[in-house]
């Protein structure tokens, strides 16, 4: 029996010598200690959100305990593994796009989208206007004088003759 | 003697005024503009569906997975209560309703149907279980039969006749068993 145990260790030495030199060291097996999800990851999903039932109230502010539950349910779906967009997904489906702070780009939710910069341009289209026409009375002063007429003659052989005296 | 129209003139009336076309477009688009304003106000001035019209129609889910649609629910009175988990009226009229539930369930010909508006699945089957509710309940997924509703808030409860007509609108909780009962018995007259 304990030439079998000698000839046991030095086959388990030879495969860890072997398996030293080869590079590869062995390793264990680990135990499953996923990170606790902080307050700070939710809260950077949870403020994507808006609470479904108060009016204009981001849900990582909200201090009502229906904005808690949902918190916690963001936890809940960090701790399985979801991601941000699983998870805003997720409150879209159950309680419609108006979680979102940010509207999907579809149906009439284009004309957010569209109408600012458009009104922009429109406005600025109508200073371009404004300018234009604003420069016209000055284009006006600097075209050609009108021709003498007698009254200037006079006008200026007055001058003359007073600087004369 | 006829006076001869100059040749200014003849000019003058020939000429065919400018169409502004952006002009056209910017306005059209201020119309349609005022016009989406217009119904979106009108339907968020419309409060919630009244007694005489049609229940609009919905089909529900429920948490354990069955599906309830209310047109094929037509011969039935169906009595939609709106609740949540986090919401104490509702607790008020929890029990009034399971027990009004219990009372109507073995008529066949009544279908009480919970519609959980705007909450986490956990706390609502806690809810469920804590009052002991029996009668089929599910979320309002998308909050897509509360809009059709126009609810304006939890508890509320909307009672169909057996022709789909909706017959009776509660928006706060009931106060009592005879309060449901009263609600509902004048639509079962006649059986």
Redesign the interface.
């Known amino acids: 029996m304990k030439a079998v145990s000698f000839i046991n260790t030095v086959l388990i030495s030879l495969v860890y010598l072997s398996l030293f030199y080869l590079g590869v060291s062995p390793t264990y097996a680990q135990s499953p200690t996923p990170q606790p999800i902080t307050d700070d990851q939710v809260n950077a999903i949870a403020k994507q959100m808006y609470c479904?039932?108060c009016e204009n109230v981001p849900l990582d502010v909200c201090p009502?305990?229906?904005c808690a539950?949902?918190r916690?349910?963001i936890r809940d779906k960090l701790t399985m593994g979801w991601n941000d967009d699983q998870i805003k997904k997720y409150f879209?489906?159950?309680?419609?796009d108006?979680v979102l702070a940010t509207p999907p780009t579809r149906g009439?939710n284009w004309?957010i989208y569209i109408?600012p910069p458009?009104t922009f341009l429109?406005g600025m289209f109508i200073l371009f206007r404004a300018f234009q026409a604003w420069r016209k009375p000055g284009s006006q002063a600097a075209a050609p004088p009108a021709q003498k007429t007698p009254d200037d003659d006079y006008a200026q052989r007055l001058e003359e003759e007073l600087k004369k005296l | 003697m006829s006076a001869q129209p100059s040749e200014n003139t003849l000019i003058a009336s020939t000429r065919r005024p400018r169409i502004r076309w952006e002009w056209i477009f910017?306005w059209i688009?201020v119309l349609a503009?005022l016009l989406?304003l217009f119904f979106g106000l009108r339907r968020a001035q419309q409060g919630p569906v009244g007694i005489g019209q049609r229940a609009p129609d919905f089909i529900l889910t429920t948490f354990d997975g069955q599906q309830y649609n209310l047109s094929e629910l037509k011969g039935k009175v169906v009595l939609v209560n709106f609740w949540?988990?986090?919401c104490k009226p509702c607790e008020q009229e929890a029990a009034d309703l399971e027990a009004a539930w219990r009372f109507y369930r073995p008529r066949q010909d009544v279908v009480f149907l919970g519609v959980d508006w705007?909450?986490?699945e956990?706390?609502a089957l806690q809810y469920l279980e804590r009052f002991g509710i029996t009668y089929p309940n599910g979320?309002d997924?998308?909050?897509?039969i509360s809009?059709a509703y126009r609810t304006t808030g939890v508890p509320e409860t909307y009672i169909i006749d057996r022709n789909g007509i909706l017959a009776y609108v509660k928006l706060s909780p009931f106060l009592s068993l005879d309060e449901i009962k009263a609600a509902i018995d004048p639509l079962l007259a006649g059986d």
């Open positions: 479904p039932v009502t305990q229906a539950e949902w916690d349910l879209v489906d159950q309680y419609g108006r009439l004309l109408i458009l429109a | 910017v688009a503009l989406l949540a988990s986090w705007t909450d986490t956990k706390k979320p997924l998308g909050t897509r809009q």
